[in-house]
Every structure is written in structure tokens, then in C-alpha cells.
């Protein structure tokens, strides 16, 4: 099942409108009404988009020389 994204605002009285839908006449669906978040708000994942840059992301944590295994 393919899923369309429709943005609209509630009028009064709690009723919403959806107009020029992707279905033809009689077809069933099934509407799912969720708040919508501003740009870039994501309750989810609240740290998404919050990484500037990797210094070095495959630097060793530890430097060779300190590795007990390898002596």
C-alpha cells in the first residue's frame, strides 16, 4: 500500500477537507490524522541534524603503541 502525504488545516468546528485525492470514485482508504511538526522538529530522533562534522571518523580510540595485545 503507497502512502500520500496531504497537508491541510483544520477549519472550524474539527472538520477537515481533503480535495483532488490520488484514488478514483468508491475506491476504499484509510486516513490516519497526526499532528503535523514544524521544519525541522522531529520528536522522534531529537539529535537528527544536530552532528556539524567527524574530526576522523576510522582514527584508532586508542593509540597502537597503548594496545596491550599487540606487545
Do not use: C, S
Not at 16 to 43: Q, R, S, Y
Request: glycine letters at 6%; a negative charge.
Amino acid at each position: 500500500m503507497e502512502a500520500h502525504r496531504i497537508e491541510t488545516t483544520v477549519q472550524p468546528h474539527g472538520r477537515v477537507v481533503l480535495e483532488n485525492l490520488p484514488f478514483e470514485e468508491g475506491e476504499k482508504v484509510e486516513i490516519i490524522v497526526m499532528e503535523a511538526h514544524e521544519e525541522g522538529e522531529n520528536p522522534e530522533n531529537p539529535l537528527r541534524g544536530t552532528l556539524l562534522k567527524y574530526d576522523d571518523p576510522f582514527e584508532p580510540a586508542v593509540p597502537p603503541e597503548d594496545w596491550e595485545a599487540l606487545k
